[in-house]
């Protein structure tokens, strides 16, 4: 949907919800984002989803799972992620719809395991990580993340289909 790509792009832009991303994300970057979402949809049934709060229908941000495939020990891997509006943080609104996705990826898409990974300095997000169960499985220099000294230390949750 057009607007969602214009909202979107806004909390791409926004430098407070990108801080622990290389850079903030152009609209050129997220029009390619949304597009590869939508083929990843296509191909394997899941995908970072867009979301909107219930009671008014806002376009909020994204939560969903994605197929990872750099370089690593554990990938390719299926990782569970999520982006919203600077606005909408602290609301739980990440916890409640990672909670729903993980239950898409063990009951409906019959997924064994689910990882989520951010840098070592984004303490919100290993808390919902924390809050969904998850359990820290290793720290790990993120080979896509060398050129940014801050960011490239990562840590890897995971969990088990329940």
Same mark, same amino acid.
């Given at each position: ?5 214009? /909202? ?19 609209? !050129? ?48 891997? %299926? ?7 600077? /606005?909408?943080?602290? #609301? ?38 924390? #809050?969904?169960?998850? %359990? #820290? ?11 940014? !000294? ?13």
């Amino acid at each position: 949907m057009e607007s969602d790509l214009l /909202k979107l792009a806004a909390i791409n832009a926004d430098p407070k919800v990108m801080e622990f991303f290389p850079n903030i994300y152009d609209f !050129k970057q997220t029009a390619h984002f949304i597009g590869r979402m939508q083929k990843q949809y296509a191909e394997k049934g899941f995908c970072y989803f867009a979301v909107d709060k219930l009671e008014d229908n806002e376009f909020i941000g994204f939560i969903g799972l994605s197929e990872q495939t750099f370089e690593s020990a554990f990938t390719p891997c %299926i990782d569970i992620g999520w982006r919203l509006a600077q /606005k909408q943080w602290n #609301k739980g609104y990440a916890t409640e719809g990672a909670n729903r996705c993980l239950k898409f990826a063990f009951e409906e898409i019959n997924l064994k395991q689910v990882i989520a990974i951010c840098p070592v300095v984004n303490q919100r997000s290993e808390r919902v990580m924390i #809050k969904l169960g998850m %359990i #820290k499985n290793r720290t790990f220099k993120h080979p896509l993340l060398t050129d940014y !000294k801050t960011l490239e230390a990562c840590v890897l949750y995971e969990i088990e289909k329940r």
